[in-house]
């Protein structure tokens, strides 16, 4: 079983009788309740300031800070000055998360609710090295953003990781990426990741 869920409650259920460790290191990924876990694709460019900095057709984000904890925060991804596919839109096109502000509903998308891994110092510092001893025992893989480092990059080379462990070829040619690669490789598996090696 190769896992790249981001749900490793999930995982664990689909593991028929998990060994301790799978059952430890699966059952303790945390996820976000309360806050993170709301998202609005829309169109109501409302939730921008209007001010001289004209985030609307200037900014790739706008953060607005709504209470005294430093996750307080509700972030509007201004996607038309990001991505050169929503430049085609002639309506704002914005993603909010976590969203404080009133949205049109007239101007609403889409919502989504979802779990959000808490990827704090326990996280990082205990959990992940520890998923190197329940990797590849009795032929399951874990990959994904919570088995290294919460990001889009990182999550992919995991993807990459597990499937050079499993025995495909690693498909780049460019030599720091390859080293990267290795890096990673090193620190998800320790002494058992099987290297990338190339001509260059
Ligand atoms: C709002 C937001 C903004 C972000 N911005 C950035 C950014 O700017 N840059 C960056 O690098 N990272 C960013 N991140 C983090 C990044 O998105 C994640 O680290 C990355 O997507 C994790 O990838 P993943 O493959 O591990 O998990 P996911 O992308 O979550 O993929 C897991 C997949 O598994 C599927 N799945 C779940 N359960 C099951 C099941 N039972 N059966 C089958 N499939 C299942 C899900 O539908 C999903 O498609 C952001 C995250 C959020 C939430």
Not at 13 to 35: A, G, Q
Not at 87 to 108: A, F, G, H, M, Q
Not at 110 to 136: M, S, T
Request: hydrophobic letters at 35%; aromatic letters at 12%; charged letters at 25%.
């Amino acid at each position: 079983m190769l896992d790249g869920i981001y749900k490793e409650n999930q995982t664990l259920m689909m593991l028929d009788e998990p060994t301790f460790l799978e059952r430890y290191i699966l059952s303790s990924v945390r996820y976000e309740s309360e806050l993170h876990n709301h998202t609005v694709v829309h169109s109501d460019a409302s939730v921008l300031p209007d001010d001289e900095v004209k985030a609307l057709e200037t900014r790739s984000n706008h953060i607005a800070q709504y209470g005294a904890r430093p996750d307080n925060y509700e972030i509007t991804y201004i996607m038309h000055n990001q991505q050169p596919w929503a430049k085609r839109s002639d309506k704002p096109c914005l993603v909010t998360y976590n969203p404080i502000s009133e949205i049109d509903d007239e101007k609403v998308i889409e919502r989504r609710w979802f779990q959000h891994i808490v990827h704090d110092v326990r996280h990082v510092a205990w959990l992940v090295p520890l998923f190197r001893f329940i990797q590849g025992k009795r032929r399951s893989w874990h990959c994904g953003a919570h088995t290294l480092i919460n990001s889009q990059e990182t999550a992919f080379v995991t993807g990459l990781a597990a499937a050079r462990q499993i025995g495909a070829d690693y498909p780049f040619e460019d030599p720091e990426a390859r080293k990267m690669f290795n890096y990673y490789g090193r620190v998800m598996y320790g002494w058992r990741f099987r290297k990338a090696r190339g001509s260059a």
